[in-house]
């Protein structure tokens, strides 16, 4: 069965000090690793998707790279703006094209 | 990424009565769509897949009499929760997927209410 977990549940920062999310997985071989964001009451908007270790995507203050057992999302100097809860999911090789979701790390950044 | 519309964005129904939620994608051609539901504080939960012109696959667990789920045409997939009861109350949010693609764009999700 895969398997998605979160770390931290929650993180709090203060703006501009750099954290780092992590995201450990268990699947039956990765076909890609996703990174979305969802605000309060909205659907996730895409982040990135990873395919193999050692890959790395940046995208403005957000920066993910995978390994064969987990994926971080390295947030460096955040903003307000940032906050919002952080999901990670996988999707199997298996030809299953379903998502399967951590159960996300939210976080706020205080100005 | 796809642009993916939800209809409604909130609804309120007395138990007992059926609702119907509406999936658009607005650009893209969704081969594949996906149905989750989310409950406060917990991550998304897959209920379906279903393809353009197939029957929806239900996860384990889910009840296909109970959510009715219709992908008639690549831009449009509808769910609709028959005999809504107080615990079905939830964020229902759908995604869409093309062939061959990975990555799944999500719409804004509708949350249900049954009172």
């Known amino acids: 069965e895969d398997q998605v977990t979160q770390s931290p549940e929650a993180l709090r920062l203060q703006e501009g000090e750099s954290s780092s999310l992590n995201c450990s997985y268990t699947?039956?071989?990765?076909?890609?690793l996703f990174w979305y964001r969802q605000d309060p009451g909205k659907g996730p908007e895409f982040l990135f998707t990873l395919y193999s270790a050692g890959e790395e995507k940046e995208k403005e203050r957000l920066k993910a790279t995978l390994t064969k057992k987990e994926s971080f999302l390295h947030i460096t100097a955040p903003k307000p703006e940032d906050s919002a809860t952080y999901l990670c999911?996988?999707?199997?090789?298996?030809?299953?094209?379903?998502?399967?979701f951590g159960s996300g790390t939210r976080l706020q950044v205080q100005p | 990424g796809a642009v993916v519309s939800q209809h409604p964005s909130w609804v309120i129904c007395k138990s007992g009565t059926s609702v119907k939620i509406e999936c658009r994608s607005l650009?893209?051609?969704?081969?594949?769509m996906f149905w989750y539901r989310q409950f406060p504080k917990q991550s998304l939960m897959l209920m379906a897949t279903s393809n353009e012109g197939s029957k929806a696959t239900y996860e384990q667990g889910v009840e296909k009499d109970k959510f009715l789920i219709n992908h008639a045409s690549l831009t449009l997939s509808t769910l609709t929760v028959t005999s809504a009861h107080p615990e079905d109350s939830s964020f229902y949010i759908c995604?869409?997927?093309?062939?061959?693609?990975?990555?799944?764009?999500f719409g804004p999700g509708t949350r249900l209410t049954v009172t």
């Open positions: 995604s869409v997927s093309s062939s061959g693609a990975y990555e799944q764009y």
């Open positions: 650009d893209f051609q969704a081969t594949t």
């Open positions: 999911a996988v999707q199997a090789g298996t030809g299953r094209r379903a998502l399967t």
């Open positions: 699947v039956s071989g990765l076909r890609g």
